[in-house]
């Protein structure tokens, strides 16, 4: 009698230990990492809990991968790279600069005596002028909204991790309470 009841607790201990090196082995080689402990409650086998397990995170790996793929399909629908910036400046500049030689060549008496050949050339020196100093403005402008796109996108791609973590988590929780295990912590 004595040795049955040894036997018997040597056999559960060895298929504890058995159902928790397959979890350990599961958990070390999921690229989503589950830290509850499975504990089987209708008595399944080290093999059943490993098929098991294996299934439950393969259903979390695919929530946790759709969860993602979804998320990157709205941040490249909602992103655009936007080009120009240089251009635009340089247009609003020389458009700047050639209104600012106008009113300056208005404020002197003699600007309308000057040929009007000479008056366009001084129009155009200040456009041009003005139309450097757009494309360097518009240029820094450009930069500064691509860097706080990119910033938006950081913060969009973590909140999409931890949204896919959870959609992971929750699939796993519930594919093995619906097999027929108590997870805990």
Do not use: W
């Not at 950081?154 to 973590?165: D, L």
Request: a positive charge.
């Amino acid at each position: 009698m004595l040795t049955k009841l040894i036997r018997s607790g040597f056999q559960a201990m060895a298929r504890r230990t058995a159902v928790l090196a397959c979890a350990a082995a599961l958990a070390a080689f999921s690229i989503v990492v589950h830290a509850e402990t499975v504990v089987p409650t209708k008595g399944q086998t080290p093999d059943q809990i490993q098929k098991d397990t294996t299934d439950c995170q393969a259903q979390a790996k695919t929530a946790h991968d759709q969860s993602i793929a979804s998320a990157n399909a709205a941040a490249e629908s909602t992103s655009e790279k936007k080009s120009g910036g240089r251009a635009r400046g340089a247009a609003v500049g020389a458009a700047a600069g050639a209104a600012s030689a106008q009113v300056q060549g208005n404020q002197h008496d003699n600007y309308d005596k000057v040929d009007s050949d000479v008056q366009q050339e001084y129009r155009q020196d200040q456009a041009k002028s003005a139309a450097a100093a757009g494309a360097v403005v518009g240029g820094a402008k450009q930069r500064q909204s691509r860097r706080e796109q990119e910033k938006a996108a950081e913060q969009q791609a973590t909140q999409a991790t931890q949204t896919a973590e959870t959609a992971s988590k929750q699939t796993y929780s519930t594919c093995m309470t619906a097999k027929g295990y108590s997870l805990t912590p």
